[in-house]
């Protein structure tokens, strides 16, 4: 047996005895890459039950509240103003409209619901909506995410405080390979937001996005960068580049099935608390792989037929996809009665009821 191969089983051993691991170097994340497929399926399998029921999957639903005219130049997105895409700018969307897909969302079985903003940072401005929102969702009984940009700390204390759980900022890619694809913010810009994040007292959803011409040492470094960090994210989203026409990278090299697997895999024991997120990029898996991602860790998913602007498998098939497997959603305790639901629900629209929402958001 190999030097190497020994390495990362001890390290590998360590991560099944409780201990997460925030030292890794990209040598033994690519060690663990480099294991036979089956081995890495085991030991990926076998820290997920560690963790988690191996059965469940976690499943949140994802809105765009505010559509196109982003001004960063990110390579693989529909939404940067600097590209020709087919996509409509469309203003940010109603309070009552959102809580409306919201509603509809928690009916279909989600538990957390994500609203994605596509801005550089939120302005002073769309606070007091964005506030809101979270204020209605949570009411729901639903966890809440948001995604919009950049945040400084004390709008990272804004939204603790009208009580979002989670925050998505995603790393997107390695550091080496990281001016490749965004020039207009800097990696260490992503670092600071998380950081606001966690200061401010939300759980963090950092993941990143394979597909985009890296190569194996980029993808290794990707996940060493969320695995060191301090705690690691509750969530970790892995997204499989969704080709958009218009786009610098809509003509890239497709991603073997197998290296986005792997990826899943070594996610999963680098990060063995987190949650896994099988994401963007399923439109174009059939149900045997997203059933191998499910083996590797993966446990968490979006529902629905658009993620932001690219798609994703309807509803439906999800369900029937869990039949097959035998998987259940995962569930959350929901603590609010239905006389405190009606009084947060009225306290997060009341002031709204008679306003046009919608406004110029750029």
């Known amino acids: ?50 963790h988690f029921n191996a059965n469940e999957v976690q499943v949140s639903t994802l809105l765009s509240i505010k559509t196109g005219a982003c001004p960063e130049d990110c390579k693989y997105c529909s939404q940067s103003a600097r590209y020709k895409t ?24 989600s538990t957390r619901f994500c609203m994605g903003a596509a801005w550089r940072n939120p302005k ?27 945040l400084s700390e004390d709008q990272a204390q804004q939204l603790n405080a009208a009580g979002l759980d989670y925050y998505n900022h995603n790393l997107d890619t390695s550091p080496e390979n990281y001016n490749n694809i965004i020039t207009t913010r800097t990696f260490q810009d992503r670092l ?20 985009m011409g890296e190569n194996n040492s980029d993808r290794a470094s990707l996940l060493a960068q969320l695995a060191n960090l301090k705690p690691q994210p509750e969530s970790v989203p892995i997204n499989m580049l969704v080709k958009m026409e ?47 991602c499910f083996l590797a860790g993966a446990n968490s998913i979006f529902y629905g037929c658009k993620l932001l602007t690219a798609k994703n498998p309807e509803t439906n098939q999800d369900i029937a996809l869990f039949e097959k ?9 929901d603590n609010n009665n239905e006389q405190q639901v009606a009084k947060q629900l009225a306290t997060a629209i009341v002031d709204k009821q008679h306003e046009d929402l919608f406004y110029n958001a750029q």
């Open 325 to 333: 497997l035998g998987i259940n959603t995962e569930t959350i305790a």
């Open 246 to 292: 218009g786009t610098p990278l809509s003509d890239v090299d497709d991603l073997d099935s197998f290296d986005f697997i792997r990826c899943i895999a070594v996610a999963r024991i680098m990060m063995p608390k987190s949650h896994v997120r099988l994401s963007a990029g399923r439109s174009a898996m059939n149900e045997q792989m997203q059933a191998m």
């Open 124 to 150: 002073e401005r769309d606070m007091p909506y964005v506030l809101d929102m979270v204020k209605g969702v949570k009411a729901l009984g639903l966890e809440t995410c948001m995604t919009l940009g950049m």
């Open 86 to 109: 087919d996509i409509d700018k469309e203003r940010l969307m109603e309070v009552e409209k959102v809580l409306e897909a919201a509603t509809k969302a928690k009916e279909m079985g």
């Open 1 to 50: 047996m190999s030097l190497s191969v020994n390495a990362t089983i001890k390290t590998t051993e360590n991560t099944i005895n409780d201990e997460v691991k925030h030292n890794w170097t990209i040598a033994e994340v690519k060690a663990l890459f480099d294991l036979p497929f089956n081995d890495l399926m085991f030991k990926a399998q076998t820290i997920h039950r560690q």
């Open 192 to 211: 600071d937001t998380l950081d606001n994040v966690r200061s401010a007292g939300m759980k963090v959803c950092s993941g990143g996005i394979v597909g």
